[in-house]
């Protein structure tokens, strides 16, 4: 009986050993997933977007003005260029609205949103890479819809709202 004892709790303690190892990896598995939309989109879904085609001229309190141009290039990709004037003469940096595997993103530079929603009234992003904010985009008509950044941590919320209405 004592031996059959021993071998069981040494079964039992050699067993929480070997399970050691994979304990980090798992954890580090789940902690890569937070955050990551898990809803697949097609190009119907980005089809949906089209209100956004042409260009914008935004406005927001204490916010510079926002010029920006949208173009669907295929089913799959919308170029982003944003400008320094309202003529929409000297481009100042680019984006994209793309999607990938099954997945709908936005990126400015080196940081990254995932859509976790997507219908005719608009679109919702969370934050994936180099980023903390969420975006969201409403449309209000065909010429007009609002672009809102949250961001900030420990319950000191930061919110901006453009107001985009159609150039041309």
Do not use: C
């Amino acid at each position: 009986m004592r031996n059959h004892l021993r071998i069981t709790l040494t079964a039992a303690v050699a067993a929480i050993f070997v399970a050691i190892p994979a304990v980090p990896a798992a954890l580090h598995a789940q902690a890569s997933q937070r955050g990551q939309p898990r809803t697949p989109f097609g190009t119907s879904d980005l089809g949906k977007l089209h209100w956004l085609q042409g260009d914008w001229a935004g406005s927001s309190t204490d916010e510079a003005p926002l010029y920006a141009r949208y173009t669907f290039t295929n089913d799959s990709t919308v170029d982003i260029t944003y400008y320094r004037d309202a003529g929409f003469s000297q481009p100042a940096s680019t984006g994209r609205l793309y999607l990938s595997v099954g997945r709908l993103y936005t990126a400015y530079g080196p940081a990254r949103w995932g859509a976790s929603r997507v219908d005719s009234t608009g679109v919702v992003f969370v934050p994936q890479v180099n980023v903390r904010s969420s975006l969201s985009w409403q449309f209000l008509s065909p010429d007009e819809w609002t672009a809102t950044q949250r961001s900030g941590v420990g319950g000191h919320e930061h919110v901006t709202v453009y107001h985009m209405k159609r150039v041309r």
